[in-house]
């Protein structure tokens, strides 16, 4: 659903953006006269990944040039930073900016940084995360897995999409920071990992809401979300607030260029990013996933990054796993 003030920032786009845009290409040589390459940091096939290129799809008819999307998953989508550091700050190169990269920043050695690194463009939407089983599954709640783990310690296994993603800080803090263990099984793409649940390979998992399609369908069953509130599409299913837990868990994302790229390159990608991002038809693949267009322009989407990189390395000071030094 996209609320009054993104429908009024998305419309006020169309009458701003083509005069912006026009400007920009008369002011300088024309960009792009090629491809643009997206880079999508996670497996083909899931949720983010197909959003993201009927996203590239759209803009590409307001660039003029297509938006070419690749795949570099693993790493808990942080394999994207090499390329954006590597790149040309020319605008044929740019990326989802994926939440994990602010808290592994800080939490593991790089060579990089996601704020000095990159250059916003837009913010898009944001995900939170649900725990699923399989439709046959014994468990019903998350008190069974509790439950569970408490009488089999070190068996019950736990799918995730990435060492250090959103999921498996939750779940560090559900389970190991309260004395159970389980084994964390991490995959690159969520598709991967919707099968291994429905099929039995792991007993449990935790994705994104990337997952709808499989829970509507009756392939998992949802147990509980990490958001702030009850989904409207799955109200009958509690939050981790709802059972006692003082968690609320969401990854916003946008696309980002490599560092140091020209305001003027960077407003004619952020127009036509803008003009797909309130398409009716990107609008409604989001909400397959029960995401909304959460816009932010480069300005602002840069401030949220600044503060998003700021919190995670309290977050990781909190939890006692922030490295002494960080970035690269």
């Not at 660039?63 to 942080?78: A, C, F, I």
């Not at 019950?156 to 939750?170: K, R």
């Not at 793409?189 to 429905?198: F, H, V």
Request: charged fraction near 15%.
């Amino acid at each position: 659903m996209v609320t009054r003030r993104q429908l009024l920032a998305g419309t006020a786009a169309w009458a701003a953006g083509g005069a912006a845009m026009s400007a920009v290409r008369a002011a300088g040589p024309a960009f792009p006269t090629r491809p643009v390459t997206l880079w999508v940091p996670w497996a083909a096939g899931g949720a983010t990944d197909i959003a993201l290129r009927l996203l590239a799809e759209l803009a590409s008819h307001h660039l003029g040039q297509p938006v070419v999307t690749e795949n570099r998953g693993g790493g808990g989508g942080t394999l994207v930073m090499p390329i954006l550091q590597s790149a040309a700050p020319d605008g044929y190169t740019i990326a989802q900016m994926p939440f994990p990269v602010f808290r592994i920043a800080h939490t593991q050695k790089v060579l990089w940084d996601p704020v000095r690194d990159t250059t916003p463009i837009l913010q898009v939407s944001g995900v939170t995360f649900g725990v699923l089983v399989a439709a046959g599954s014994p468990f019903m709640s998350l008190d069974d897995l509790f439950a569970y783990a408490r009488a089999h310690p070190g068996e019950l296994s736990i799918a995730t999409n990435g060492v250090g993603t959103t999921p498996h800080v939750v779940l560090e803090t559900l389970f190991t920071a309260r004395g159970m263990r389980y084994i964390h099984v991490p995959y690159k793409g969520t598709g991967e990992q919707l099968n291994a649940i429905s099929a039995g390979q792991v007993m449990a998992g935790v994705n994104s809401t990337g997952f709808g399609p499989a829970v509507d369908t009756g392939r998992l069953r949802l147990l509980a979300t990490f958001a702030a509130h009850r989904s409207r599409r799955w109200p009958e299913v509690p939050t981790l607030r709802d059972l006692g837990f003082d968690i609320v868990a969401q990854s916003p994302y946008g696309l980002v260029g490599p560092r140091g790229m020209a305001s003027s390159v960077v407003e004619v990608l952020h127009q036509a990013f803008r003009k797909a991002l309130f398409d009716p038809r990107f609008v409604q693949e989001i909400a397959k996933y029960d995401q909304d267009v959460d816009y932010l322009g480069p300005a602002d989407y840069a401030a949220a990054c600044r503060a998003l990189h700021a919190q995670e390395r309290l977050n990781a000071e909190r939890l006692g796993v922030a490295r002494e030094s960080t970035g690269g």
